[in-house]
């Protein structure tokens, strides 16, 4: 039988070696929080399910917490890919650690821009209707970061791009605990907004657990809330993702109005009683309905109605409202 060879990962930098190091002061301007309890590390790779010999790659891993929980588990592969260089040397220390159960490869540059094709070439690929590949995508980002993300990945999840030309790629994140409601918000929660809309039309999402904000290094004003999301083999809708979105955004730019208000929004003045009534008749969907109280099943018959309409008025698809700023959520 092959002998293991036995893990010994090195300690983790104290908290004074950090401040030392990286000068933490400086770095809160760059929203780096670091998690340095084991235990919660741990308990962030556990939601992401079994990746002993599985394909993950850890997005910022900073000082490498979390990359610690990762490589105890054993992956066939690991990749990190971290923003800010000052972390090569840690990080050198754990591939140094890992070799011989995993291999760890640590890319310097911006996860937008990242190459997961490459990264995943040796992952065979799975179809998109049976059981998940084994590539999981796992972060504890800056919020900022995170959530802007999320909005990439989701389109290229409807392209089946990218970490998702491999199957239905899982991904654990954390976000600032509001934004992980919202994400998971049902309908007439509170903080349901276009967010949860867009990510459970692609995916099943699931607040795992919350971090308190005194659990990180600076400590951050907000707690912080770990999601699961995992790509459906069936989405709400099969539309292009630019115009789930623009319908989305502009009926939820007016939140606390009948969502025929922002509705109409995406027509031309001159058209705009006619085809918003038109909309929601096609979508068989009550107009005086505000969008937190529309499901996800009518939302996605609002965006069908919309392409039927764009179908028959070319002019539509195109049309740009350039009404008061929109809100980001
Ligand atoms: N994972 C570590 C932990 O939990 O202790 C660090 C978390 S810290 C909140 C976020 C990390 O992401 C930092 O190390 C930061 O440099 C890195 N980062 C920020 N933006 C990034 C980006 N666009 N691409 C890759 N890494 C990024």
Known sequence: MAAFKQLRLPPLPTIRDL?????LRALKQLSQNFLMDERITDRIVRAAGNIQNHYVCEVGPGPGGITRSIIKNKPRKLIVVEKDPRFIPTLELLKEACEGSSQMDIEIGDIRSYNFEKG?????????YEAPPPIHLIGNLPFNVSTNLIIRWLQSISEKSSAWSFGRSSMTLTFQKEVAER????VSDKQRCRLS???????????????????????PDVDVGVVTLIPKTQPLVTLPFKMVEKILRSIFNMRQKASMKGAQTLFPPEERDFLGFKLFQLADVDSRARPFEITNEEFARICYAYKIICDEHPNVETYN????KIQID
């Open 197 to 219: 809309v867009m990510c459970q039309f692609w995916c099943e999402v699931n607040h795992k657990f919350t971090i308190p904000g005194s659990a990180f290094l600076p400590k």
């Open 183 to 186: 994400i998971t918000a049902q």
């Open 321 to 324: 409202f350039r009404g008061p």
């Open 120 to 128: 995943f070439e040796t992952c065979k690929k799975s179809n998109w």
């Open 19 to 23: 401040v030392r190091l990286y000068r």
